[in-house]
């Protein structure tokens, strides 16, 4: 562990390589997240035998932007007796954290481009999936302080139920995810992509597979666990109160974390950007290969995600702490041990 | 040349940087745009048309208390397990397999003692 911890990084990276891949980044999610709520509309508007948005460009494709301009110039309303630090500090902190993941999600295997080693995330850390676990729990902050600096019993009641869901199913991910590394024996992403060179770990964890996506639904608050919103008995939960850019900000937070929680299920289970079919490039184009692929990949579970919100009921709150403490959280350890066993057994024959 | 969490720095100010300024380009926009006609019930709380009661700012179910008690345990345990996975390949599998098997029972029999005392029942 320590002569690993010792050499972090491999080859040299400039700091303007990573501004550029930065901007590169941060252009991509915020253009996902925005072309994500059109497309949710459109597959919630097909579910429901509906056309959705068609009116504002071909197909209804600048509609996102026609949202972004209609939140910017809203009257900004905010309630007399709130928290103002926190009140504006909570959306930025929300959106913040589900962009700042991202950092070192691999969207590429590392490419040679005329000796210099490419990596195709900010950073390449050898202890990235605990660096996404952490940050995305910032994202428990975000909730709670901005449904407590409203000052709305509606948003506090949101921010509660919240924070106590999304601790609770943390925690199952977390455990399910620790078979994932004892097969991949590392925490690097980049690693764990080129250790299913073989099989995805789907097929080798499918237990795991399963528990972080039902967890991955909760982190992101998306139904059947929409309880912070439940816009049928909490108006709409902890963001009750917010307005204009600020509730745009909770939105982008929100569109984004769908797409980290579904790049890492894609880089963990999936096999991220290895292909279908065999594409044997090694330069800068075979990794932009890679990138369609893994994208393609995201873009799925995206969807299933999307169909998943606009099929099923939401649960009962208590039913929901039980699924999570009960359910997820054994059937979390159970798999570590069956994990286990199995490469000690495959081990001694 | 820097170490990753150097990037990461980079990132942050990519990410904190942009979004600042094209909030702060947003808002001077708006403020010169935006229609802007102050009234007091605007600034009310909501609560679906009815006039508040009191402050939002109040005590609230223990139960909540106790799932965060509960998370606090159990989160330090997966850092616990994190490294032990990391080294398990190089592990004598039957000595390595024997402690985890002993920690996990731990774990699952403070779980059970948790269950059944009720802190996982919701009232």
Redesign the interface.
């Known amino acids: ?1 320590i002569a690993d911890l010792a050499h ?2 491999i080859g ?4 303007w390589v ?2 550029i ?3 590169i ?2 252009g991509f999610l915020a253009t996902a997240a925005a072309y994500l709520t059109l497309a949710e509309r459109k597959v919630s508007a097909h579910i429901q035998l509906r056309i959705g948005p068609n009116r504002v460009g071909p197909f209804g494709l600048l509609q996102p932007a026609a949202d972004a301009v209609k939140l ?10 709130r928290d103002k630090l926190l009140f504006w500090l909570a959306p ?1 902190l929300m ?2 954290a589900a ?2 993941a991202y ?2 999600i691999p969207l590429s295997g590392t490419t040679n481009v005329n000796g210099y080693a490419l990596h195709w995330n ?5 202890v990235a999936l ?2 996404v676990l952490a940050i995305t729990a910032l994202g428990v902050y975000a909730i709670f302080l901005g449904g ?1 600096a ?7 009641l949101g921010a ?1 139920r919240s ?2 869901q999304l ?2 199913y ?2 199952a991910v ?2 399910a995810l ?1 078979g994932v ?2 097969l991949a ?3 690097d992403l980049e690693e764990i992509v080129n250790a299913q060179q073989h099989a995805w770990f789907i097929v080798m964890q499918p237990l795991a597979g399963l528990l972080y996506f039902v967890g991955a639904l909760a982190e992101t608050n998306r139904l059947p666990f929409d309880l912070p919103e439940a816009e049928t008995e909490l ?1 709409a939960g902890y963001h ?2 917010y307005s ?2 600020r509730f745009g900000f909770y939105f982008l937070g929100e569109y984004v974390n769908m797409v980290t929680v579904c790049s890492l299920a894609t880089a963990l289970f999936l096999g991220g950007w290895l292909p279908l079919i065999p594409w044997i490039h090694s330069d800068w184009l075979g990794g932009l290969v890679g990138v369609m692929w893994f994208l393609g990949k995201a873009s799925i579970l995206l969807f299933l995600m999307m169909w998943i919100r606009w099929t099923l009921p939401r649960l009962r ?2 039913r929901l ?2 699924l999570g ?2 359910v997820l ?2 059937l979390g ?1 159970l798999n ?2 069956i994990t ?2 199995v ?2 057994a495959r ?2 024959s | ?8 720095a ?7 940087g ?2 600042a300024g094209t ?1 702060g380009l ?2 001077l ?2 403020r010169l ?5 102050p009234h007091p019930a ?7 048309g009815m006039s ?1 009661r009191g ?3 109040v005590q ?2 223990v139960q ?1 208390y106790l ?2 008690l ?2 606090v345990l ?2 330090v345990e ?1 850092l616990f ?3 032990w ?5 190089d592990l004598d ?2 000595y ?2 024997a402690e ?2 002993l920690f ?1 029972a731990i ?2 029999a403070g ?1 059970g003692y948790a ?1 059944r005392r009720g802190a ?3 009232e």
Request: no cysteine; hydrophobic share 55%.
């Open positions: 562990m972090f990084s040299p990276d400039y700091w990573v501004l891949k930065g901007v980044v941060l910017l110039f809203k009257e900004n309303t905010a309630p007399a007796g930025a959106a913040g962009i700042l950092a070192v900010m950073a390449h850390v050898n605990l660096y407590w409203a000052n709305n019993k509606y948003s506090l509660l924070s106590a601790i609770s943390e925690m977390a455990f620790i590394v004892i024996h590392s925490l108006i009750t109160e204009s850019m709150y208590d702490m039980n403490w009960k959280l054994p350890l570590i041990v286990g066993s490469v000690a081990a001694a | 040349m820097l170490s990753s969490f150097g990037n990461i980079i990132f942050a100010g990519v990410a904190v942009i979004p909030l947003a808002l926009l708006g745009l935006r229609v802007r006609r605007k600034d009310d709380t909501y609560e679906s508040t402050p939002a700012w609230f179910n909540y799932y965060a509960i998370f159990f989160d997966v397990v994190v490294p996975a990391l080294a398990y390949r599998k039957g390595g397999f985890i098997a996990i774990l699952l779980l269950w996982l029942e919701w």
